[in-house]
């Protein structure tokens, strides 16, 4: 069967899909004629059914999700969701039977870039329902999420309705690594066994807003000169002490922002991630105390608020087992790694067995349009998601 | 004199004025009503004459300016145009004749915080014309410039039209401190002796927007670090190493701005000052080179470019020497200082001799609601300015 998998890859990376369908509506038309039954949830969650044997066991979840960024590229999401539907075209072409139903997942508003938050689609799933906070929810655009969600719903009518959450055996999630490690040591296949754990903070330190030119030194409350000694302190310790741990600030502002004018304050958001919740615990603290001692040495006051907190999850040891023992029937190089990125299966890890396959994505550059995963490695990253769901299926016992 | 000075000094401060009457129409008004001839040249700055013994004699100039920043105070300015003002009518009051004309002027437009740039009526006055480009420019309200001016001279039609520029036999200005200096040393008179040069940079700094979460610290090409680097650099050297330095960063912003992606870039402006031109050469090279060295440690570039430099201007011996002599006269403590901000003066000086006289603001603030004088500074002020008037007069040997 991988040569299948190879013929029908080769085919689709040599030409570029133009149709102007919706990535979903195009994935539930080849999923309908090759006889799969095609579902949809009330967050617009796309599930496709192969059945098992046991049509009443739980089935075991593939997939990842179909939306991407603004100027997001063609990998993220799409190839674990498209190599998924692979995985049940393979089975399908081969005459597997396997004994628990296997469906393919595609995850709604993975990205959380036009309706934040991310990942609802698998949020909801895990939690059941939808919190209620979200339906007031507006987009960039301004218009409501509860609106755009019953419009793509609409959109999809030949799928069969089905109820929010419900049990499943496992999942597994095909990704691109979207960042340079694999890419840089040559592996083709990471085996994640975990999701690290990651803080945003934001931090606005006041000072005194002043004329750039009257203004001595002395008498100067400057906030930009008490971030830049906090984060230089920072930057010199947080990740250079720790090759786990990450520090980010993507943005800044000072306020009012005259080029003739001492800021009288400075925000900044800080996005911390670590595996180990002790860790991060610590590295909080670290950056607390660098924003508090520096604000006071020149005069400022700081304000700190953690606007998220996502615990470290680990991901299950029999999937991963599963997947390891997939590399070696596959004979491909893989090394054990954390994701730094947040995925469904984070949310989905809250009720069920799950892991992660990664593939290299080249110069580690995803959400940009220059994102790529050479061909080669989406075959691995394929062949890697049919064996190790065979695989998984047995590590899990779930055979009966 | 000095009893009508504080005498009027403390009526007006014991009051608020709430007459909804534009302030030049209102000076104006006031100035018709003692007798001074009112003009208004083509960019309504507002003259109000004294004559001199000597009618064809160049006009001696004293004032300032009376608009304000949105969220301005009530001294900046209007202090140095009012002072003048009291100073004519003080010369009346006491039947003082002078062998020149006095004039107190009110420059249009000095804060420029509607219409870009700042200083006009002082500009255009010293170069005889208005230059062509100010036609198009657009106010921060989409009005155009050239429309707003002629509103401005049909509101005053009391006043006769003058041309643009003309010879001037000097020019004083009164204006607060908008520092901490004076007030800190309790020294109630500062004498400027020139207004520094200044410089302003932009500096963008590019490197590689990436995940928050999945590139590690090897990987990262992030211009936060590298201006957090070079900027470290620059606080702990160009101010603490040189008193008379001045480097502000007023205005900073990451792009794209996401909480969990390093940056793309890393835009920020340098405002640099100093009275001397050399040290500014050295100070603005080090600002390039603190940049480039650490753009090139992180693998990121640099592009900087000037947006504004403005030279050093130094005032005129002989108008400070009769300040010092005024100072001498009333027995005010006093001490030279340089303006760290622009002036109408800084123009003037281009056409005539000329210095300022500076009183202390609480807590060195300006361009802010809270700005305040005290009546006893305003007093003494006011006091120096028609002092330095008369004694200027004299060092400048204008008497005929």
């Known amino acids: 069967m991988p040569q299948s998998v190879q013929r029908r890859q080769a085919a689709s990376t040599g030409r570029r899909l133009v149709r102007k369908t919706r990535p979903p ?6 999923a309908l004629r090759r006889g799969f039954r095609v579902y949809q949830d009330p967050l617009a969650n796309l599930f496709i059914r192969r059945d098992g044997k046991d049509g009443h066991h739980p089935p075991f979840l593939i997939g990842s999700h179909l939306d991407s960024q603004p100027t997001g590229g063609r990998y993220d999401g799409a190839l674990g969701t498209l190599a998924a539907f692979e995985v049940l075209e393979t089975l399908e072409d081969a005459g597997i039977v396997t004994d628990v139903p296997i469906e393919v997942v595609a995850w709604t508003n993975e990205e959380g870039s036009r309706f934040a938050p991310g990942a609802m689609g698998s949020m909801a799933f895990s939690l059941g329902h939808i919190p209620e906070s979200w339906q007031d929810i507006q987009g960039t655009d301004g218009v409501f999420w509860r609106d755009a969600l019953a419009e793509t719903i609409a959109a999809l009518p030949v799928a069969e309705q089905r109820a929010l959450g419900f049990p499943i055996s496992g999942y597994l999630e095909l ?26 903070l934001e931090v606005t330190v006041a000072g005194q807003a002043a004329h750039a030119g009257t203004t001595q030194l002395a008498f100067r409350r400057d906030p930009m000169v008490a971030v830049t000694s906090a984060l230089h302190m920072l930057y010199e310790t947080v990740m250079p002490e720790d090759d786990n741990a990450r520090l980010t600030i993507g943005r800044i502002a000072a306020l009012p922002g ?4 001492i800021p009288g304050s400075v925000s900044l958001t800080v996005d911390l991630r670590h595996p180990l919740t002790d860790r991060l615990n610590t590295i909080e603290a670290q950056v607390l105390a660098a924003f508090q001692a520096s604000a006071a040495l020149h005069g400022c006051k700081v304000d700190i608020r953690k606007t ?16 390891e023992q997939a590399a070696g029937h596959l004979g491909l190089p893989s090394k054990h790694m954390i994701s730094g990125a ?15 396959i990664f593939v290299p994505c080249r110069d580690g550059l995803s959400h940009n349009e220059a994102e790529y995963v050479d061909p080669e490695h989406s075959v691995a990253g394929t062949q890697m998601l049919f064996q190790s769901t065979l695989d998984v299926l047995n590590t899990l016992a779930i055979k009966q």
């Open 258 to 261: 005259s080029v003739n004018a």
């Open 175 to 200: 990704h691109i690594e979207q960042g340079p490690s694999l890419e840089n040591e040559n592996i083709p296949i990471g085996i994640v066994t975990g999701v690290q754990g990651t803080r945003w």
């Open 25 to 30: 509506a195009l994935l539930a038309e080849l």
């Open 308 to 323: 998220f907190d996502m615990s470290p999850a680990p991901f299950s040891k029999a999937v991963i087992e599963g997947v």
């Open 342 to 356: 947040f995925h469904d299966a984070l949310y989905v890890a809250r009720v069920a067995p799950r892991a992660m």
